[in-house]
């Protein structure tokens, strides 16, 4: 008994001493496996709460993730490569603000040397929580921190911390897992988001579905009246924009069709032309500006390579001014980049890895602080 009341107050001490909400306790970067067919990942076959927690006759449905392989090889290779929880996604009906769980799939291929890599498409399937089910979550989380020892306090967005040195199999990755599949599955499984990769992978392809009785519908991409968006580019090496194009072209006053053209021709003169894309740029990365239901696909995906490269190559422009009045900024977390190739402009991915590399958009970390900001202003559980 004596035994048991030290671990409890221990547990209760872990607990209230972690109880901070970071970057890294509502964005889970995962590992990738060191060879294919690991059962360390979750795939499309994992029974979640209500059923899978992706049926594979959604992909029937769902636009051919790439030209290079069979819907059925899709489905074998898809793993969850990355969570994240939201208390409040915000939706225009039937409520203002949904409590999500939101799983990122990629399909996985050999590499080099025997390795795993990505391929450069991605799946985003959405969970509807009740309010007791997502405090449930939010505990579970908190005694799963706490039980680990997981330190978060100030780092980056980056792979878990939890199980950065061991991978797949950490122990830690195994019971996160089951935690996610205790709140996740078909039974409240509510949308999903597809990012295609067509050409010669220099096309790029993004459509949503509502999931309705069971079955999925297109919705339309907001800021356009269509159900898919496109964005190509065909700058070989991809470290500028060349003959880029977004498909069809958004409303709004947000734009920066110019930067992506092509780059090359930009290294100087143009001033307000620019100065006003990267205004634009950092608006469409503010989340306390646009939000998925306002902004479309392709903007917010290639928003980071566009604003990266007029930072890179275009210092002359009022830069600092910019940034200071658009935008987004929070003293509270470590917002920085840990992605390794922020210059290549075909890196889309927002949350995920590009090959065997993570990737991770900025507007992910912004969106990430805010979530992790209104959890802790909501006090203790």
Known sequence: MKTYLISFFILLSGLTSEARWNLNDVSFLLPLPQKLGSEGLLNIHAQGLGGPLLPKSFLG????????????????????????????????????????????????????????????????????????????????????????????????????????????????????????????GLGNLSRVTAM?????????????????????????????????????????????????LISPLPGGEDHFQKVIADSETLRSGQEGVLESELRALHRIENPQIFNPENMDCVSCHVAQTARVWLENHRPDLRMAEIWQEHA??????????????????????????????????????????????????????
């Not at 075909?346 to 890895?353: D, E, I, S, V």
Request: aromatic fraction near 10%.
């Open 61 to 184: 449905t769902i636009p051919p993730l790439t030209p290079v392989m069979t819907e059925d090889q899709v489905a074998e290779s898809l793993r969850v490569v990355a969570v994240r929880i939201d208390p409040c996604f915000p939706r225009p009906t039937p409520l203002a603000c949904q409590r999500q769980i939101r799983l990122v799939w990629q399909p996985l291929e050999p590499g080099p040397n025997h390795s795993v890599q990505s391929m450069d498409a991605a799946l985003h399937s959405f969970y509807v929580l009740e309010e007791a089910e997502f405090t449930t979550l939010l505990k579970d989380l908190l005694s799963w921190k706490a039980r680990y020892q997981v330190q978060t306090e100030g780092q980056p967005l980056q792979i878990h911390p939890a199980w950065a040195q061991e991978g797949v199999m950490s122990p830690a990755l195994r019971e996160f897992q089951r935690t996610i599949l205790k709140f996740a």
């Open 196 to 244: 295609a990769l067509r050409g010669e992978g220099n096309m790029w392809v993004f459509a949503g579905f509502e999931v309705q009785n069971r079955q999925l519908q297109l919705f339309k991409v907001p800021r356009i009246p269509r159900y898919s968006q496109a964005f190509m580019n065909f700058a070989v090496p991809a470290d500028h924009f060349e003959r880029g």
């Open 328 to 381: 987004y900024k929070n003293p509270r977390h470590d917002l920085c980049n840990l992605s390794p190739r922020l210059k290549n402009t075909h890196g889309l991915r927002a949350f995920g890895y590009f090959e065997a590399d993570i990737a991770i958009s900025q507007r992910v970390i912004f969106e990430s602080a805010q979530v992790a900001d209104t959890l802790n202003e909501k006090g203790p559980l």
